[in-house]
């Protein structure tokens, strides 16, 4: 099925028509048309153009008003104040127009592809081999992966990579005890849970970090394990890959918990341009990118200053010949521009990371290995986790949140609100621990989701789990409650009725469903989707509205209850299929 036309875009041309019929000069003028509480349209574009034309603003307008073909979209339209202009539309408009949605293939509801779809690299959701997760690593991981699924929606190719830390001097401490220690990692059971991998190797930290900081021999021998394993020496390299192993049981579990989808070939770590990283520094040299500085392989700006006005360089190589997170995020650039032939490469990336990407970025476009035209690069930079204080989320203890800790409470708070919802006692313990999972996860996710990424939020699990405010369970109550309605109809099915006189809770509703298709692109484009979380939350808002105003199933006759149903049932499939871009479930029953 061909894309649906908005009702917004059908308007948009008949002024546009208006327009240059009124004023020839004025043909590809924007009506700046908008939702309004005065009429279901507001166009304002006309004052512009009058001044631009020196006539009276009242006079244009009524010209437009004349020239404006209504009947079947337009029911009425009349000047307003000193020009802008007042559109109703017809219900039967309204109403096809939503048929149209609701039958769309696939359950796009109206949602168009992409005419000229790219390749997208994301890069997000980078945890550190032999660390735990932390709530650090929350936003990369959520706001990647809803961007990930909306550009796919859209049609985009998008490749995800997960650019773990795997590398650098910390390993040959790490690698040297285990040689000394070898059954440190070794698990008595054939399957090992993520929980206890991550525990086996903060355990081994530990005790290496101790043995490191007491005994200079050990430290001098955990040194040399450092350039055996930048040597490629085969026996280091095999103890590396276990620690790289145990974490990703680890990983895994985590997101899994996170209930998102993470490939083992997605992870492509620093290790994964260890063979570039020569090539980068002399192709960087050769060409005059970079210079040699001190004894290391450095690029210099000439708006970046130190607090004395010296220039901070970005370090490619340092002075002892090792290889900086420079190297490896160029060489990356490389093989992404080159091999994956991204047109875009996005980096989910902490804002106090800003100046590196900065830098990096500007050091690929001097090589030629991105441009603002055919090749570009952005950093998605992200806010931090704040707690209810205002500070950065931490234990009371001072120590940083564990990622799993924090989400063990979440499902456990909504858990407790489920099981209170549950008052008639309809579902299985199964079942509430099922939809506690899917209401707290939710939670956690819409909380950073519904935050613009730039911005700092608060972490408060009681606002998040509250079926009030701007919050997932809010959402998800919603829809859960719209297929209580759809159950309760029994044989009764959703049908719309053009025919049928509009309510003004109904008319509201279903002009909000129109902009979806226009949410979600514009979420796409700006990778934006807090833009798709308010309007879901808008959604859910003029439903609760439309509930309280419209008897559905025992509305005044078999037509009306057809049509609130219908009207019941597009919200449905509109919450759902919003959640689903953003990663959050939708349980039919809460």
């Known amino acids: 099925m061909a894309s649906v036309t908005?009702?917004?875009?059908?308007?948009?041309?008949?002024?546009?028509s208006a327009l240059s019929a009124a004023l020839p000069e004025a043909a590809d003028a924007d009506p700046l048309l908008r939702r309004s509480d005065r009429a279901d349209y507001q166009a304002n574009g006309i004052l512009a153009l009058a001044k631009k034309a020196k006539a009276n603003p009242r006079e244009l307008a009524t010209q437009v008003v004349a020239q404006v073909e209504s009947g079947e979209v337009i029911k009425e339209i009349e000047v307003s104040g000193p020009g802008f202009l007042n559109i109703t539309?017809?219900?039967?408009?309204?109403?096809?127009?939503?048929a149209a949605r609701y039958a769309d293939v696939d359950g796009r509801l109206g949602v168009p592809f992409v005419e000229h779809p790219g390749t997208t690299v994301i890069d997000y959701a980078q945890p550190n081999v032999a660390k735990e997760m932390h709530v650090g690593h929350l936003r990369s991981a959520v706001i990647g992966d809803a961007v990930v699924k909306i550009l796919e929606f859209t049609g985009e190719n998008v490749v995800?990579?997960?650019?773990?830390?795997?590398?650098?001097?910390?390993?040959?401490?790490l690698i040297q005890y285990l040689d000394e220690h070898p059954h440190e990692l070794d698990h008595k059971e054939t399957q090992v849970s993520g929980e206890e991998a991550m525990s086996n190797l903060d355990r081994l930290y530990k005790a290496a970090r101790k043995l490191f900081d007491s005994d200079e021999e050990f430290k001098t021998r955990a040194r040399r394990r450092v350039v055996d394993l930048q040597a490629g020496d085969p026996h280091t390299l095999a103890t590396w890959q276990k620690f790289v192993d145990e974490s990703k049981i680890y990983f895994f579990s985590v997101f899994e918990k996170l209930d998102m989808e993470i490939r083992d070939a997605d992870i492509v770590g620093e290790s994964g341009y260890n063979d570039m990283l020569d090539e980068t520094c002399r192709l960087l040299e050769e060409s005059g990118v970079a210079v040699r500085s001190e004894g290391a392989l450095c690029v210099f700006f000439d708006d970046i200053k130190g607090p004395e006005g010296n220039p901070v360089p970005l370090i490619v190589r340092k002075t002892d010949g090792g290889y900086g997170y420079a190297a490896t995020d160029l060489s990356a650039i490389r093989d992404r521009v080159f091999n994956l032939k991204a047109n875009s490469l996005i980096y989910v990336v902490d804002a106090r990371q800003s100046l590196h990407f900065k830098m990096v970025f500007e050091t690929a476009r001097r090589a030629g290995w991105l441009n603002d035209?055919?090749?570009?690069?952005?950093?998605l930079a992200f806010g931090t986790v704040l707690g209810k204080d205002g500070k950065p989320f931490k234990t009371r203890e001072g120590e940083t949140v564990r990622l799993v800790d924090l989400l063990d409470e979440a499902v456990d708070r909504a858990t407790t609100v489920v099981r209170e919802k549950d008052a008639l006692g309809q579902l299985s313990e199964e079942d509430i621990a099922e939809r506690g999972a899917q209401v707290g996860i939710g939670a956690v996710k819409y909380a950073d989701l519904s935050t613009s990424a730039s911005r700092d939020y608060k972490f408060d699990l009681d606002q998040m789990v509250s079926l009030n405010g701007d919050t997932s369970v809010y959402l998800q109550y919603a829809y859960a409650r719209i297929q209580s309605i759809l159950r309760k109809a029994g044989e009764v099915r959703p049908?719309?009725?053009?025919?049928?006189?509009?309510?003004?809770?109904?008319?509201?509703?279903?002009?909000?469903?129109?902009?979806?298709?226009?949410t979600v692109s514009d979420s796409a484009t700006e990778y934006a989707p807090h833009k798709l979380a308010a309007y879901l939350y808008q959604l859910a808002s003029l439903y609760t509205t439309f509930y309280d105003k419209c008897p559905v199933l025992k509305a005044e006759s078999t037509e009306q209850v057809e049509n609130r149903l219908f009207l019941c049932d597009v919200t449905a499939r509109t919450l759902h299929q919003g959640m689903v871009l953003l990663g959050i479930r939708t349980p039919e029953r809460l």
């Open 373 to 379: 035209e055919d090749v570009k690069a952005y950093q």
């Open 89 to 98: 539309l017809t219900d039967k408009a309204i109403t096809e127009n939503l």
């Open 160 to 173: 995800r990579r997960h650019h773990i830390g795997d590398w650098g001097t910390q390993f040959g401490m």
């Open 495 to 518: 049908q719309p009725h053009a025919e049928l006189e509009l309510a003004e809770a109904e008319r509201a509703l279903a002009l909000h469903m129109d902009a979806f298709a226009e």
């Open 6 to 16: 908005s009702l917004t875009a059908s308007v948009q041309q008949r002024l546009a």
